[in-house]
Structures are given as structure tokens and as C-alpha cells.
């Protein structure tokens, strides 16, 4: 089972890197485009849009490297891996687009008290090249966004991008027949304040994971509950319930059992329930179980069944 597992999560990754060089050509070669646009239009939006793009190639490459270091294999040393180098450049990836949005802020305000002459017209043919670019490689990353934080992370950058075209088309379309030039530094607000709360939510569930949170829809009393009605179980403790990375939650505890079931149907037998018990009910396959008899119940310390 748990062999069947990895296969899975490394043939997830093959995919995923496949798509994530696809969308760093498109990315990396539009940011370019993208900048010498807003050089030349002057336009704010335009020079956020450019500016995000070229952060997220470097976050693309972050969560390529990321994706190919989770596949080297776990170490006397690194027992679990390099699975978590995902989750790290997720964290990245949410710290930059952070940061981001108060530059997109600070600039945004200058340019609302004293605003600066746009070219509308070149804005809206290199906001047009930028839109339809994101929208090829949120095509590409749609289908794998789900599958893991780093995806995510790569996905959210590149929906902020696909906002920030669209903003930048609208502002241009209102500065070319209104002349109010003031829409270019509003449009780069708005691009801030979008990004802002998925950047958010990105940074909230890396943490998640590095402290070792309960995984997404698993409550431990609930997991505990179903562990007591197996055959024999008369106390579980030292339950713990984590993620490894994004994907691939783990649980280990110590479950007491009773003398004549350990006798009658042997540790083995035991330990097949309790794993099929957390896997069809919880989704757990990586699950670590310590069998104790209930006779032995007085050598446990103390804190252990606090």
C-alpha cells in the first residue's frame, strides 16, 4: 500500500513538472515582453503585471527545484525524505507574493497623489499579450493545482498575473477614452488587494504543515473513537495525526489491547484493523501503530495516557 502510494506521489510530480517548464517558458518570456511595455507606456498596472510575472518565474523555478529535490530518496539522516522542500517553497512562494502587494500598495498610493502620463494604447496591446499568456498557463496548471501546496502556490501566482492583465486592460481602456490617468494607479491597487488574501491563505497552510497541524478533515477525538471500537482496544493514546507534505498525511499512536485478543487473534491481525480502520475512514496510509498489552499497562509512564 504505502509503495503504491509513492509511486503515485512521484508520477504526480513528473507531472507536475512537465507542466511547471511549460509555464516558465510562457512566464518567463511574457514578464520580458511585459516590462518593456510598461517602459514604454509608462503604465503603473502594467509595470505590477511585469513585476509579478517575473517574481513568479522565480517561484516557478523554486517549486520546479522543489519538486525535484522531494524526489531524492529518504536518508539515515533525512528519514522522512525531502518532502517538505515543497511545502518550503510554498512558503516562499506566499512571503514574495506578500511582498508584492505592499510594493503594488506603497507605489500605487504615489501615483494616485501625483499621477504620471500613460500610454493607454501601447498598455493595451502588451496587457492583451500578458492576459492571454496566463490564461495558456492557468490552463496547464489548473488540473494539478489541488494535488499539492506547491502547485497551488504555482497556480495562485499565476491567476494573480491573469487579474492583473485584466485590470490593466480595463485601466487602459479608461484612461484611452477618458484621459482619467489616475485608473493606472487604481488598477495596480486592485491588483494588490486580490492577490492579498490567497497570498494569505497560501502562508496559513505552509505553516499548517510545519507545525504539524491535524491534516484537513481529520479531528483526532474522531480518529480515536474509531480506533476503541477495533477488536480489543481498550485505550488509545499518544495520538498524533500530521502532514508530511501537501497529500500525504501520517498518524502514529499507542493502542492498548486486551490480553485474549492478542492471544486469540495475534498482533498481526491487530495492527490490519487499526490500519485499515484510519485508511477507509480517514484516508491515512501512513500509519504507525505501537500495540501494547493491557497486562502491561502498569510499565507505561504516567504522562503517556494524560
Known amino acids: 500500500m504505502g509503495a503504491g502510494h509513492d509511486h503515485g506521489h512521484a508520477a504526480g510530480r513528473a507531472t507536475d513538472r512537465s507542466r511547471l517548464w511549460l509555464v516558465l517558458l510562457v512566464t518567463g518570456g511574457v514578464a520580458v515582453v511585459e516590462l518593456v511595455g510598461a517602459l514604454l507606456s509608462g503604465s503603473l498596472a502594467l509595470l505590477a503585471d511585469a513585476g509579478h510575472m517575473f517574481t513568479d518565474t522565480a517561484a516557478i523555478v523554486l517549486a520546479l527545484s ?13 528519514t522522512f525524505g525531502y ?3 515543497e511545502i518550503l517553497a510554498a512558503l516562499i512562494n506566499a512571503v514574495v507574493l506578500l511582498g508584492v502587494c505592499g510594493y503594488l500598495a506603497v507605489a500605487g498610493v504615489r501615483r494616485l497623489l501625483d499621477p504620471a502620463p500613460v500610454d493607454a494604447g501601447l498598455m493595451l496591446v502588451f496587457a492583451g499579450v500578458g492576459l492571454a ?6 490552463g496547464l496548471l489548473a488540473a494539478r493545482q489541488g494535488e499539492s501546496l506547491n502547485m497551488r502556490g504555482a497556480f495562485l501566482e499565476v ?14 481602456v479608461v484612461v484611452l477614452t477618458t484621459g482619467f490617468e489616475r485608473a ?9 488587494v486580490l492577490i492579498l488574501p490567497r497570498a494569505w491563505s497560501l502562508l496559513r497552510d505552509c505553516v499548517r504543515v510545519l507545525l504539524e497541524s491535524a491534516p484537513p478533515g481529520v479531528e483526532v477525538e474522531d480518529v480515536r473513537h474509531h480506533l476503541l471500537h477495533a477488536g480489543g482496544v481498550v485505550d488509545v493514546h499518544d495520538l498524533h495525526a500530521w502532514l508530511i507534505t501537501s497529500g500525504m498525511p501520517a498518524l502514529s499512536a ?4 486486551t490480553d485474549e485478543a492478542l492471544a486469540e487473534r495475534g498482533v498481526g491481525a491487530v495492527l490490519d484493523d487499526l ?12 500509519a504507525t501503530f505501537q500495540v501494547e498489552p493491557q497486562s502491561h499497562r502498569a510499565h507505561e509512564p504516567g504522562e503517556a495516557h494524560a
Open 66 to 78: 522543489a519538486s525535484y529535490v522531494a524526489t531524492l530518496p529518504a536518508s539515515p539522516r533525512r
Open 83 to 85: 518532502h517538505r522542500a
Open 133 to 138: 499568456a496566463n490564461l495558456v498557463s492557468l
Open 159 to 172: 491567476l494573480g498575473d491573469a487579474v492583473g492583465s485584466v485590470a490593466a486592460i480595463v485601466a487602459g
Open 184 to 192: 493606472d494607479s487604481l488598477a495596480s491597487l486592485l491588483i494588490a
Open 254 to 257: 499507542h493502542v492498548t489491547v
Open 275 to 286: 490500519a485499515a480502520c484510519v485508511h477507509e475512514h480517514f484516508g491515512i496510509e501512513h
